[in-house]
């Protein structure tokens, strides 16, 4: 991304696709609309959620509403340019979203976490789901990704809470 401006965008521009498809699926008759994503994916959900949170479910899955931290802390944060590095504040103030994301106070969220990943960290993202039924997996950010019957399970779980 280069620039936190950008990232931030992305962020924009994905909540508002979610929105748009949500309405188109509304539009065909949709009795209810969950959304799901994986990674970036579940942190766009969270955000739909944090900041519209207008659909029946959200199941994120390894996501949280500590996005900064994911830039600060995590092994990730190799990727983290130089400057940000040297204000890891700014990336907290910008990205964070547990305030927003803990005044929704509907029974609407089926996280899923990794217990091992090291991108996501477990220990400081589950906290923001303590209203929510928190499922975990024991693996970590890839192989969590690849655990594909595991995944598809949780979200279909997802959908039978709607």
Not at 46 to 64: K, M, S, T, W
Not at 119 to 126: G, K, L, T, W, Y
Not at 127 to 153: F, M, N
């Amino acid at each position: 991304m280069g620039d936190l401006e950008n990232f931030v965008g992305m962020l924009a521009a994905s909540v508002g696709l979610l929105g748009a498809l949500a309405e188109r699926a509304r539009e065909r008759g949709s009795p209810g609309v969950v959304a799901s994503g994986i990674s970036l994916g579940g942190w766009a959900v969270n955000l739909h959620r944090a900041c519209v949170g207008d659909l029946e479910r959200y199941a994120p899955i390894f996501a949280g509403a500590a996005l900064g931290e994911m830039f600060v802390s995590s092994v990730y944060r190799r990727t983290t340019g130089e400057r940000a590095r040297a204000n890891p504040d700014r990336l907290r103030n910008v990205l964070d979203f547990e305030g927003a994301f803990a005044a929704g106070d509907a029974d609407d969220c089926s996280p899923l976490l990794a217990r091992y990943d090291r991108i996501v960290e477990f220990e400081r993202q589950r906290g923001i789901y303590d209203d929510h039924p928190l499922a975990v997996i024991e693996k970590g950010h890839v192989t969590g990704s690849l655990a594909t019957e595991t995944l598809r399970g949780h979200v279909l779980e997802a959908i039978r809470r709607t």
